[in-house]
């Protein structure tokens, strides 16, 4: 029997998503993406899950793309299914209840990049190469690199990586904000201890969070000021923030239930 394309591996708070065909770095086909949807669809909304991590199988790469041998026929149609695709993709890591956090190691180029910058965090390890060299084979990106980019880094670095194809390495990739954090060596450990912190945090404030950051993004500054004011008000219905208070005031680690 082959090989799943995705891995969904949960350990206790923290789930591991691996995107799983090292043979082609693990370049996105129609079943890679639909299994990445299935994945966050049947496993994200599990009680206790407190964040996910995706990475790629096989040391070399994140994700180098989509898969170029199955776009080589696409018709018009065809393109335009793929890229609904991506976009399904995208809806379903934007609605998973915990954050996401990519975690790069090699080469996130083209959709690869794209993916990543689909999650709430991107960690670079040492070897993190990004790019959208989607020029070099004649098309755009067409997975939200020429939206979430420009919108992460801005026109003009968003205009050079994508008209030029260049390829940054992590040090690069952190000056320009395009991830996080960069680490010396795994991004994969560095993620997981990153989720492992995420995880100990109130649950309901972190859920607050993500959507005070990612549904006002691009709203005007009194619109997002607005919800962040609801939002924060919001905490104080929840046992959540009364156990956090109390464990500050008695000086011991606060035990959160997520409501
Ligand atoms: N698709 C399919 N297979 C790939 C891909 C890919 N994107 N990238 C690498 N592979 C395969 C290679 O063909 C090779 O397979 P084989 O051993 O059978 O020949 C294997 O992976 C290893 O690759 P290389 O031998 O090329 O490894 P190198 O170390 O020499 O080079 C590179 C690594 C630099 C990453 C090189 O493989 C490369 O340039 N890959 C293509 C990168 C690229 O152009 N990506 C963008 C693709 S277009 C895109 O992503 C559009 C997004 C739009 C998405 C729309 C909806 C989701």
Redesign the pocket.
Same mark, same amino acid.
């Given at each position: 029997m082959s090989e799943p394309v995705v891995l969904w591996e949960d350990r206790d708070a923290i789930a591991v998503l691996t995107v799983n065909r090292p *043979?082609? &770095?693990n *370049?996105?086909n129609a079943d890679v /993406?639909d299994a990445l949807v299935l994945a966050f669809h049947t496993h994200a909304h599990r009680e206790g899950l407190r964040a996910v991590v995706v990475t790629g199988a096989g040391g =070399? *790469?994140f994700v @180098?793309? *989509?898969?170029?041998?199955? /776009?080589r026929d696409f018709t018009v149609a065809q393109a335009e299914a %793929? @890229?609904r =695709?991506?976009q399904d &993709?995208a809806a379903a890591i934007e609605s998973c209840p915990v954050p996401v956090i990519a975690a790069v190691d090699g %080469?996130a $180029? !083209? !959709? !690869?990049c +794209?993916l990543a910058l689909c999650c709430d965090m991107i960690v670079a390890g040492a070897r993190a190469k990004f790019g959208q060299? +989607?020029v070099? $084979?004649g098309?755009i990106? !067409? %997975?939200g690199?020429t939206q979430r980019l420009v919108r992460r880094v801005g026109l003009a670095i968003a205009m050079d990586l994508c008209l030029t194809a260049r390829i940054v390495d992590a040090k690069e990739a952190y000056a320009i904000g395009l991830v996080s954090r960069t680490v010396e060596g795994s991004a994969f450990d560095a993620a997981l201890e990153m989720a492992a912190t995420i995880a100990k945090k109130g649950p309901f404030a972190v859920r607050m969070v993500r959507r005070a950051l990612h549904e006002n993004a691009d709203a005007p500054l009194a619109t997002g000021l607005a919800a962040e004011r609801s939002l924060f008000a919001l905490c104080f219905a929840t046992s959540d923030q009364k156990e956090g208070m109390a464990a500050f005031v008695e000086k011991r680690e606060p035990q959160y239930t997520g409501r």
């Open positions: *043979a082609a &770095l *370049a996105l /993406m =070399k *790469a @180098a793309g *989509a898969d170029i041998p199955g /776009m %793929f @890229a =695709k991506g &993709l %080469f $180029l !083209g !959709g !690869g +794209e060299p +989607e070099n $084979l098309v990106p !067409g %997975f690199g």
